[in-house]
């Protein structure tokens, strides 16, 4: 995988990997910044969910389970030092849909947090990931 990344003017960058889609990053204003996109270290945790959320959605298909929809709330606590890692991850899984059943729902965050997201397993050697879900009926 390849990535390229441009600078805009002061701290707003675009980058643009394979897909071939530009994406914008840009920082605070008392750095040099515009405030006009999303930090790089919000778009990681972006990507994390991204990565997660595909994995989970493509399981619960295969399943054929009622999914209706699925949203997908992450925060991250990072360290007060540089360099200011994340030190623990909380993921919330929301699920909408009538008749999901809670074991399928597990099976695939499972399965996804434990082998197919690979945001989640480089994560998860540095610092805590934790998740939880709730199903929503319709």
Same mark, same amino acid.
């Not at 006009?36 to 295969?62: H, N, Q, W, Y």
């Given at each position: 995988?390849?990535? =390229?990344?441009?600078?805009?003017?002061?701290?707003?960058?675009?980058?643009?990997?394979?897909?071939?889609?530009?994406?914008?990053?840009?920082? %605070?204003?008392?750095?040099?910044?515009?405030?006009?996109?999303?930090? @790089?270290?919000?778009?990681?945790?972006?990507?994390?969910?991204?990565?997660?959320?595909?994995?989970?959605?493509?399981?619960? =298909?295969?399943?054929?389970? @009622?999914?209706?929809?699925?949203?997908? #709330?992450?925060? &991250?606590?990072?360290?007060?030092? #540089? %360099?200011?890692? +994340? =030190?623990?991850?909380?993921?919330?899984?929301? +699920?909408? &849909?009538? &008749?999901?059943?809670?074991?399928?729902?597990? /099976?695939?965050?499972?399965?996804?947090?434990?082998?197919?997201? *690979?945001? *989640?397993?480089?994560?998860?050697?540095?610092? /805590?990931?934790? #998740?939880?879900? /709730?199903?929503?009926?319709?």
């Amino acid at each position: 995988m390849k990535v =390229t990344i441009k600078q805009v003017d002061g701290l707003t960058m675009v980058g643009k990997a394979g897909s071939n889609v530009w994406v914008t990053m840009d920082g %605070p204003k008392k750095l040099g910044g515009s405030e006009a996109a999303v930090r @790089p270290l919000e778009l990681f945790l972006i990507g994390l969910g991204g990565c997660t959320g595909m994995d989970v959605i493509s399981i619960l =298909t295969k399943k054929r389970a @009622p999914l209706d929809g699925l949203d997908i #709330h992450i925060e &991250g606590d990072r360290a007060g030092e #540089h %360099p200011k890692v +994340f =030190t623990e991850i909380r993921i919330k899984y929301v +699920f909408y &849909g009538t &008749g999901l059943k809670p074991k399928h729902v597990e /099976e695939a965050i499972s399965l996804s947090q434990d082998k197919y997201c *690979s945001a *989640s397993a480089m994560l998860k050697k540095t610092c /805590e990931v934790k #998740h939880e879900y /709730e199903i929503v009926e319709d």
